[in-house]
């Protein structure tokens, strides 16, 4: 959850200062559990007397890819009631540019800076008048080496209206992640849930472009070019690939894996990737443990477990070599408090429960990306439910993000 806004905790310092007759008796709930695209959520609000110190904080927490823009916020927000001496204020976390927009009918109101250390916060005050706000959104660009994007969003002031009535809005700009709504009555913490954010597993046709606003890795310098071979030099002769054993590569951004241990000489990335047009982009993996990126160069060996993002400038199937007699010996892969990447080592799909069982006890969420779409796909998280549910599969050469809620060592499926 991301720490209290601003707003809210300046309001609920100033409700422990005015309200001397006890804890506030209003009553809020909310609904859905779990948000897909077109779900509306809504807040109701039961008992809520006028002159109520009233705090809402909207806080999204999801994946992002450094130097790349996202968004969050809400569209349709509906305020059944006038909230006086009020606030709109927002908190960024990894992020380099920011802005934040309101609209409401003819009028708009922005607010643009650069982050400090990460860290961006802005507001604008006065009265928030009861209606239908079209848009409270944040946006801008991730920071660089940021692995994901903490945004907090709240509404503050002083109630006058019905009082009991309902909150309604649609999450905006984030398909996959978290979004914790959190609503102060009088100072105290009146609701507080978390609720998972996933798209509906749906069949499209593949775009003739990428989306824009897809958050793909941005390379901060060329990859570079190998060196022409030596002719006289001795080159492994490919064996037959096993059945199974290709990488289909879509047009644009790809998050792969390989599905077993490679054979020498044909485990390294200009090896793998030969022939890839990848546009002047580099070749990445994720660092966890220091939560940045990292550039594989020429000569790097592709390692089982590793997600690895690369990206093609046109569809095409990369062929793999995987050594003889199976897996040697166990492989692990540290991984770290936060978000990795992985890949997935088996040949055939299997349930996300079973092949995370060797970090089960540290393992929150998982979602790999489709590279037809160009986009996220459906989160799956521990113990979830419905399209979240962990009983979902994996699928062989696919990279995964993976949310860790502490260390573990991930051990390779035995094949």
């Not at 001496?85 to 992020?95: K, Q």
Request: hydrophobic share 35%; net charge negative.
């Amino acid at each position: 959850m991301a720490p209290m806004t601003r707003s809210c905790l300046a309001f609920a310092v100033l409700a422990v200062l005015l309200v001397v007759q006890g804890v506030s008796t209003a009553s809020v709930s909310i609904s859905p559990d779990h948000v897909m695209p077109g779900d509306q959520v809504t807040i109701s609000i039961g008992n809520l007397s006028d002159a109520s110190t009233f705090c809402i904080s909207i806080d999204g927490t999801f994946a992002a890819i450094p130097e790349s823009p996202f968004s969050f916020g809400v569209r349709e927000f509906f305020l059944p009631f006038t909230l006086h001496d009020g606030s709109i204020s927002a908190t960024l976390w990894n992020t380099g540019t920011n802005v934040m927009t309101i609209r409401k009918g003819d009028t708009e109101v922005r607010r643009v800076g650069l982050s400090q250390d990460g860290v961006f916060s802005t507001s604008t005050t006065g009265t928030i008048p009861a209606g239908t706000y079209d848009l409270i959104s944040l946006g801008g660009e991730a920071a660089s080496g940021a692995p994901n994007i903490v945004a907090s969003l709240s509404l503050a002031g002083s109630k006058s209206g019905p009082d009991d009535s309902a909150i309604t809005f649609f999450i905006e700009g984030v398909t996959d992640g978290n979004v914790t709504i959190t609503v102060l009555v009088d100072g105290e913490t009146a609701l507080s849930r978390t609720l998972p954010v996933g798209n509906q597993v749906t069949i499209t046709p593949t775009p003739t472009t990428p989306a824009p606003t897809t958050p793909t890795p941005i390379p901060t310098n060329p990859t570079p070019t190998p060196t022409t071979p030596d002719p006289t030099s001795t080159t492994p002769t490919p064996t037959p690939t096993p059945a199974g054993g290709t990488i289909l590569l879509r047009s644009g951004w790809n998050f792969v894996s390989v599905p077993r241990i490679l054979a020498e000489g044909h485990d390294m990335v200009d090896a793998v990737f030969a022939g890839v047009d990848t546009g002047g982009r580099s070749i990445f993996t994720y660092d966890g443990q220091n939560q940045s990126w990292r550039q594989l160069r020429y000569g790097d060996t592709l390692r089982l477990l590793d997600g690895i993002w690369i990206y093609s400038s046109d569809a095409r199937e990369v062929p793999l070599v995987y050594a003889s007699g199976g897996m040697p010996e166990t492989t692990t892969k540290q991984l770290y408090s936060g978000w990795n990447t992985i890949g997935f080592s088996s040949t055939e799909p299997m349930q996300a429960r079973y092949a995370l069982v060797s970090v089960n006890d540290t393992w929150f969420q998982i979602f790999g990306y489709d590279s037809t779409l160009q986009k996220y796909e459906t989160s799956i998280v521990k113990d979830g439910s419905g399209t979240h549910s962990d009983t979902r599969h994996l699928h062989p050469f696919q990279g995964y993000w993976v949310k860790m809620n502490g260390n573990g060592t991930l051990v390779a499926i035995e094949y």
